[in-house]
């Protein structure tokens, strides 16, 4: 369940981010209405550069929010993802020590004795 609300919170997050710095377009013509077929006037004038260079578009507040977004999303998915407490596990107990010794061991055949190395751990 963690992974699938962690994972619904990060696309929320990208979309936001994705969506917060594009501004509001503008498709108007600033000299009246657009040349038809038919228009036979001269094309209109260069754009001025000193009037354009002091142009501040307002992107300000759509960052500011997008990284407000970002980060409040962050501090939402780092308390969901630490919520289930303590994360402590005891380590596991060591691995048994084993050895080899040489014994004596019944033959299944004759019924006589003879030497095997047998695994020996404890």
Known sequence: MKKIALSVLSIAILTSAALAPAGSAMAQWRDGPPPRWDDRRPPPPRWDRDRDRH???SN???I???LAAGV???LIGGA???SGGPRYVEP???PPRCWFEDRQVQNAY???WHM???RVCR
């Open 55 to 57: 142009h501040h578009h």
């Open 60 to 62: 300000g507040g759509a």
């Open 64 to 66: 500011a929010g997008g």
């Open 72 to 74: 409040i999303g962050g």
């Open 80 to 82: 969901i993802v630490n």
């Open 92 to 94: 596991p107990p060591p």
């Open 110 to 112: 004759n019924g006589g």
């Open 116 to 118: 095997e190395s047998i």
